[in-house]
């Protein structure tokens, strides 16, 4: 069985036990990320939650109707981790609202190789956070686990 193979993508007995903690931002404006789950697509929405996180800070914003897509796709979970946080932090840059809250709808197999991922970041009621958004500091990480998976990343601000 390859490696492929044993990292499901979707949990099929829906107890994804998503998870993520991050540091505070240190002397040099960097804060790390760690998030986890039994399937990619609770991990990966797990760490798009982490991003909010140190974005926004710990309160969330008061939930609108509205949406906006996110995309991300790469050669491998961890590249595709990656893009998925640059299109959420542009997500936040273009959005004159702040964001409640983030969900991953689905993970695939390309059929050429790689993974491709989508969900959507739910807007607030509320103006976005005067503080300067992160970018990415530290290219993600990926890595199995005996009950799931876990993806690392570092974000800076300036």
Avoid: Q
Wanted: glycine content about 6%; aromatic content about 6%.
């Amino acid at each position: 069985m390859t490696k492929r193979e044993r990292t499901p993508l979707h949990d099929i007995h829906a107890k994804p036990n998503a998870r993520f903690t991050t540091t505070a931002w240190d002397a040099e404006n960097v804060a790390t990320l760690e998030a986890s789950g039994s399937d990619v697509r609770s991990a990966l929405e797990a760490g798009l939650r982490a991003v909010l996180s140190l974005a926004a800070g710990t309160e969330p914003a008061p939930a609108s109707d509205r949406s906006s897509p996110l995309h991300g796709e790469g050669e491998d979970l961890a590249e595709m981790f990656l893009d998925l946080i640059e299109d959420f932090l542009d997500e936040l840059a273009f959005s004159p609202f702040a964001c409640h809250d983030v969900v991953i709808d689905g993970v695939l197999h390309r059929d050429g190789g790689g993974y491709v991922a989508w969900g959507y970041a739910t807007e607030s009621t509320s103006p976005p956070p005067r503080t300067p958004l992160p970018y990415v500091h530290t290219a993600p990480t990926v890595e199995s686990a005996v009950d799931g998976i876990v993806f690392r990343a570092a974000l800076a601000r300036a």
